[in-house]
T-cell receptor, first 112, second 111 residues
Framework: DADVTQTPRNRITKTGKRIMLECSQTKGHDRMYWYRQDPGLGLRLIYYSFDVKDINKGEISDGYSVSRQAQAKFSLSLESAIPNQTALYFC???????????FGPGTRLTVT | QKEVEQNSGPLSVPEGAIASLNCTYSDRVSQSFFWYRQYSGKSPELIMSIYSNGDKEDGRFTAQLNKASQYVSLLIRDSQPSDSATYLCALSRGATNKLIFGTGTLLAVQP
C-alpha cells in the first residue's frame, strides 16, 4: 500500500462549488504539506502543518483552507472554486527535523 | 530573480550518454538541496539529496554542490530512455522544512 494517499485522484467541479481534497499517510510523519503545480510555474506551497495544532500558510493560501484532523490526515478545501484553481494538487510529508519530502500521487482538479 | 532557476529544456541526449542538469539559487543561507524526478502526470520522486559542498554519488546519479557559486547539478551516467522525465531542483532552509522548487528541466533520452 502507498505510504501517502490522496483522494479523489481526479475531480471536475463547477465554479462556486466547495470541494475537499484529502490526504492520508502511514509514514508516521508529523509534518504535512499541500502544493499545487501549474505548467511553467512549478510546485507552490499552499499550506503546511507541523502537528494537529500547528497550521501555517504557504505562499499561495488565498482561496484555500485546511484541516489537520489527525497526525495522519490533512485536508485541503476550496470554499468556492474558481477556474484558475485548476491544477495538479500534491500532498507531501516529512519527518520532524528531516528535509526529504515524500509526495502523494496527486489530485487533478478541473474547475469549469 | 527566481529563488531557484533551471533551464526548462528540453535537454536531449542519446542513450548511454551523460545527462547534465543544472540549477542555480539566489539565497546564500540555503542549506539542503534535492533533486526530484517527475514523470508526466505523476508525483515528484526524490532521487538525490546533498547538504555539503562536493559530489555525492548514488548508482548512476551524481549530485554536485558548490555553495560559493550557488550552484547544484545532477549528472546521470549511461542515460536510459526510462530516465526521460522532468527533473526538479529544490532547496530547503531553516527549521520549517519548506521546499522551494525550480520549474524543472525536461530530459529526453533518445534511443
Amino acid at each position: 500500500d502507498a505510504d501517502v494517499t490522496q483522494t479523489p485522484r481526479n475531480r471536475i467541479t463547477k465554479t462556486g462549488k466547495r470541494i475537499m481534497l484529502e490526504c492520508s499517510q502511514t509514514k508516521g510523519h508529523d509534518r504535512m504539506y499541500w502544493y499545487r503545480q501549474d505548467p511553467g510555474l512549478g510546485l507552490r506551497l499552499i499550506y503546511y502543518s507541523f502537528d494537529v495544532k500547528d497550521i501555517n500558510k504557504g505562499e499561495i493560501s488565498d482561496g484555500y483552507s485546511v484541516s489537520r484532523q489527525a497526525q495522519a490526515k490533512f485536508s485541503l478545501s476550496l470554499e468556492s472554486a474558481i477556474p484558475n484553481q485548476t491544477a495538479l494538487y500534491f500532498c507531501a510529508t516529512t519527518a520532524d527535523r528531516a528535509y526529504e519530502q515524500y509526495f502523494g500521487p496527486g489530485t487533478r482538479l478541473t474547475v469549469t | 530573480q527566481k529563488e531557484v532557476e533551471q533551464n526548462s529544456g528540453p535537454l536531449s541526449v542519446p542513450e548511454g550518454a551523460i545527462a547534465s542538469l543544472n540549477c542555480t539559487y539566489s539565497d546564500r543561507v540555503s542549506q539542503s538541496f534535492f533533486w526530484y524526478r517527475q514523470y508526466s502526470g505523476k508525483s515528484p520522486e526524490l532521487i538525490m539529496s546533498i547538504y555539503s559542498n562536493g559530489d555525492k554519488e548514488d548508482g548512476r546519479f551524481t549530485a554536485q554542490l558548490n555553495k560559493a557559486s550557488q550552484y547544484v547539478s545532477l549528472l546521470i551516467r549511461d542515460s536510459q530512455p526510462s530516465d526521460s522525465a522532468t527533473y526538479l531542483c529544490a532547496l530547503s532552509r531553516g527549521a520549517t522544512n519548506k521546499l522551494i522548487f525550480g520549474t524543472g528541466t525536461l530530459l529526453a533520452v533518445q534511443p
